[in-house]
């Protein structure tokens, strides 16, 4: 069984979400916002996350998945709109758990401007360092991470990990 060694502590996730909700917060003044989770690995970010936003919110969630098993490596994406709620005219809050090369993000950003939001700004927790093949910038980022495979609060290897209340590095 590999062994986790902690990168990012539970109590360092609690404050820097609590900065990024204060920046949240203060960017959208007090408008109504769809944060809109993309599953399964951004699950933890979204609960904690909308609990420090006082702001009016609704809540959805896209499946997009490039990882399949026990995989380190992207394969093909695969979105999947089913728990989408209508964000027409909505302003949309995409919530990652990871860019890594930007690959899935992007796919997932177009359709979700096909759906013509309001606007849509886009908040990570993490982002990986020398990955990105694709231009994406987000809007909020929780931590930038060197190139290695994580799991935790989250993330997983093989379905397994997201219970973790801490991002780690996974050691054979």
Do not use: W
């Not at 062994?3 to 990024?20: C, D, G, K, W, Y």
């Not at 936003?53 to 089913?82: C, M, N, W």
């Not at 013509?116 to 991470?145: M, N």
């Amino acid at each position: 069984m590999p062994s986790v060694r902690v990168l990012i502590t539970e109590e360092q996730i609690r404050e820097r979400l609590r900065e990024l909700a204060a920046q949240i917060t203060r960017d959208y003044d007090g408008q109504p916002v769809t944060l809109l989770g993309v599953l399964t690995g951004s699950l933890m970010l979204v609960a904690d996350l909308v609990r420090q936003l006082p702001l009016r919110t609704r809540i959805g969630f896209i499946q997009a998945s490039s990882y399949r098993g026990a995989t380190t490596r992207p394969d093909k994406l695969e979105i999947v709109p089913t728990l989408l709620p209508d964000v027409r005219d909505r302003h949309v809050l995409l919530v990652d758990d990871i860019l890594d090369t930007g690959q899935t993000l992007n796919q997932v950003l177009d359709h979700i401007r096909s759906l013509r939001p309001r606007s849509v700004r886009v908040a990570v927790l993490l982002r990986k360092r020398g990955r990105q093949e694709l231009p994406c910038e987000p809007d909020y980022i929780g931590f930038e991470i060197p190139d290695v495979f994580v799991v935790g609060y989250g993330l997983d290897y093989d379905d397994e990990y997201r219970q973790l209340p801490y991002v780690g590095v996974l050691e054979p």
